[in-house]
């Protein structure tokens, strides 16, 4: 079913691509386009931590927070995968984005690596092959366990696979909008748009991508997470990375009906 919205987002002639996008008019009717925000981790998991002790649970919370008020401000929904410490299955994630109807799934993520120098962001979209860095997949999926083996579970997991599969174009437009804006306000250094088999990203019938926002382990970018300051440029930019996918097709929705979550 193609589901489209009542206002269509107005759109950036190729002139004004290098220029800061004008705030979007908030949408006159109450339905609204929704985008799934999901904060990493979570309880039990705590992900990655910095050097002064600050854990990827936590900062993924705040930041979540301050995308899903820009995300409102801007006349989006901003709906949640989880709002406080509690720890959400990584295969249960965007099933609860498809029973909400969502527009966009949003992951949000904190990077980590042995050499301490790294820095930077990078924005992930699903391969449902070998993903790009091993060493990334491992720590988010990192607490998943094993895909449920029951039949009837196997053929919702190639299910699941499939649903991504017809989004995965959109879904790449969406991480090179976002890691662009993420660039350019945010003022961190760009490492890229990847692929990776991010178990959180199966099963999204919507264009979905994860963002792994800056590295905690660099003692630099630990201290910016914690400044609120830094986290409102950051939701800045995933904001008008989203608008800007918005304004590149027009305004238009493309997402497969869901019945909920299996």
């Known amino acids: 079913m193609i589901r489209l919205p009542n206002v269509l987002f107005a759109t950036f002639s190729l002139l004004s691509w290098g220029q800061t996008p004008k705030p979007a008019a908030a949408p006159a009717h109450s339905m609204r386009l929704k985008?799934?925000?999901?904060?990493?981790?979570?309880?039990d998991d705590g992900g990655a931590k910095g050097?002064?002790?600050l854990k990827e649970k936590t900062a993924a919370l705040e930041l979540a927070r301050a995308v899903g008020?820009?995300?409102?401000?801007?006349g989006f929904e901003a709906v949640y995968t989880r709002e406080d410490d509690t720890f959400i299955p990584l295969w249960d994630r965007a099933r609860a984005a498809n029973a909400q109807g969502a527009d966009l799934f949003l992951s949000l993520h904190l990077n980590a690596a042995r050499a301490?120098?790294?820095?930077?962001?990078e924005v992930?979209?699903?391969?449902?092959?070998?993903g790009e860095d091993d060493e990334v997949v491992v720590a988010e999926n990192a607490g998943a366990g094993s895909a449920p083996g029951s039949?009837?579970?196997?053929?919702a997991s190639i299910l699941d696979d499939l649903a991504q599969k017809a989004f995965l174009q959109d879904s790449e437009r969406l991480?090179?909008?976002?890691?662009?804006?993420?660039n350019r306000?945010?003022?961190?250094?760009?490492?890229?748009?990847?692929?990776?088999?991010?178990?959180?990203?199966?099963?999204?019938?919507?264009?979905?991508?994860l963002v792994e926002v800056a590295f905690i382990s660099n003692p630099k970018e630990e201290a910016k997470l914690k400044d609120p300051a830094f986290r409102a440029k950051v939701a800045d930019a995933i904001t008008l990375g989203v608008r800007r996918y918005f304004a590149e097709t027009n305004g238009s929705v493309r997402r497969r009906a869901m019945e909920g979550p299996r």
């Open 116 to 121: 301490k120098a790294a820095r930077g962001s």
């Open 185 to 209: 306000l945010a003022g961190i250094q760009e490492r890229g748009v990847k692929q990776a088999p991010f178990i959180v990203l199966r099963g999204a019938a919507m264009p979905a991508v």
């Open 51 to 53: 050097p002064k002790g």
């Open 35 to 43: 985008v799934m925000v999901d904060p990493g981790h979570g309880g």
């Open 175 to 182: 991480a090179v909008a976002i890691q662009g804006q993420l």
């Open 151 to 155: 039949p009837d579970s196997v053929v």
């Open 69 to 74: 008020a820009k995300l409102d401000a801007a």
């Open 124 to 130: 992930y979209f699903l391969s449902l092959g070998q």
